[in-house]
């Protein structure tokens, strides 16, 4: 049994490990409506520093919002797809521009219960600004991409708007890693392959991997060979 096991470990020591992932590019279309005015604001302000009203970009200014997304440009007329939730800052000192940290929560449709992370400048008075999608939740986990932002309505004297945006991802899937190598049927050592999928809930290989409940392992036996040992070191 231990020569049998050793063996294994010398074919494991010089085999390259492959990982597989497949990707799938979705485009969403939504509008952002920023709405500060009235006796249902979506967006309240709520902090500011003591030079903020003097500075002609709002700067220090911190904004929390619970902004409706729509699937057309008109808030009272189109359908509710969801909220934009989150914050954005007036990071700009001489030119209005806005960091912006948001979750967009689908509550229609086929994306109902899933959301987009977005992260990045907005720099409000440019025709078109890019925004990074730093991942999300639902059929959108694992996601990265990129939204670009395109001004609808401004209003300058209440602040409202409505903003066109058009999220771009792509859906990457968790790798996997195929521990089989045809060293192994040289060596003489019978062994039966099973791809464990990172998101399968089944107990089988718990009590034999004490160090990643998560990581691809090879079982000999008694003996339990881990496939991605470089991993662990590392």
Known sequence: MASAALLVLLALATMQPQTTSSQKETHLKVYWHDVGSGPAPTSVPVARAATTNASKAAFGLVIV?????TDGPGLNSSRLMGRAQGTYIAAGKDQLALLMLMNFVFTAGKYNGSSVAIMGRNAVFTEVRE?????????????????????????????????????????????????????????????????????????????????????SMLLHGGWVVICASLSIVE
Not at 65 to 69: G, S
């Open 65 to 69: 919002i619970d902004d409706p997304l």
């Open 131 to 215: 925004m990074a999608v730093v991942g999300g939740t639902g059929v959108f986990r694992w996601a990265r991409g990129y939204a670009q932002a395109r001004t609808h309505t401004l209003d300058l004297k209440t602040g409202d708007a409505t903003v066109e945006y058009n999220p771009r991802m792509s859906d990457v899937t968790v790798p996997r890693r195929d521990c089989s190598n045809p060293r192994l049927g040289l060596k003489g050592v019978h062994y039966e392959l099973i791809l464990k999928d990172p998101e399968d809930e089944s107990e089988l290989p718990f009590p034999h991997n004490h160090v990643h409940e998560k990581l």
